[in-house]
């Protein structure tokens, strides 16, 4: 048992490292895969942490799983919504404008 304690462990230090460098490097966006890997590792990290008696880590684990949960929930929501007409999501151009001039502050505004 012990053995499948420490392995989970590494596996899961891996698996939550990867999906942070593959997202931080831009190789992955925020969806499916990068919750999975942070669900995954963090599963994993609370059996090793559960299984050493470390509980503040094993209630860290616990907070990463229900994040990365969320995510996926809302990822899996977002996905079976019903997609904006193109005209709705027209914001009107390609061309960024200014605003007309130079916002200023009336005295006694600060």
């Known amino acids: 048992m012990e053995y ?8 899961g230090a891996l ?5 942070y460098l ?19 590792g963090a599963l994993a990290l609370l059996v090793n942490g559960a299984w050493h008696g470390a509980w503040p880590s094993v209630a860290t684990n616990i907070a990463w799983c229900a994040i990365a949960i969320t995510a996926l929930v809302r990822l899996q929501r977002m996905r079976h919504a019903e997609p904006l007409p193109r005209e709705a999501a027209d914001l009107g151009g390609d061309e960024l ?3 007309p001039g130079p916002v200023t502050l009336e005295q006694g505004e600060r």
């Open 4 to 11: 499948l304690a420490e392995t989970s462990g590494w596996f």
């Open 15 to 19: 698996a939550v490292l990867a999906g």
């Open 22 to 40: 593959l997202f931080s490097l831009g190789r992955i966006p925020n969806g499916r895969t990068y919750q999975s890997a942070n669900l995954i």
């Open 97 to 99: 404008v200014p605003p």
